[in-house]
Nanobody
Framework: QVQLVESGGGLVQAGDSLRLSCAAS????????MGWFRQAPGKEREFVAV????????NYADSVKGRFTISRDNAKNSVYLQMNNLKPEDTAVYYC????????????????WGQGTQVTVSS
């Protein structure tokens, strides 16, 4: 089992930055591929960013490329999402997720999820 706890959300204005953190604990959590997803009210959960165990492969949704940066610190069992130049359309609950095996951009293929952290961007 892997437990994930997100933090760092909040209410910001358009153009501001936030850094989300995801603390992982449990069995070999540092070996998992880690992803960030988000879900806005009335919408399906969508992929935001993913990073493999070594950090050697990273990918982003087109909507956040150039603004968001995913990183991980395996020594601290943590994953981060640096979000710059935030836009109102980034408003959502952000979830950290973990999976074993190959990289995936599909939420259904992730095994473990955090409780989510709210990000609200005002215009």
């Amino acid at each position: 089992q892997v437990q994930l706890v997100e933090s760092g959300g909040g209410l910001v204005q358009a153009g501001d930055s936030l850094r989300l953190s995801c603390a992982a604990s449990g069995r070999t959590s540092s070996t998992y591929t880690m992803g960030w997803f988000r879900q806005a009210p009335g919408k399906e959960r969508e992929f935001v960013a993913v990073i493999i165990r070594s950090g050697g492969l990273i990918n982003y949704a087109d909507s956040v490329k150039g603004r968001f940066t995913i990183s991980r610190d395996n020594a601290k069992n943590s994953v981060y999402l640096q979000m710059n130049n935030l836009k109102p359309e980034d408003t959502a609950v952000y979830y950290c997720a973990a999976k074993s095996g190959v990289i995936s951009y599909t939420s259904g293929q992730y095994d473990y999820w955090g409780q989510g952290t709210q990000v609200t961007v005002s215009s």
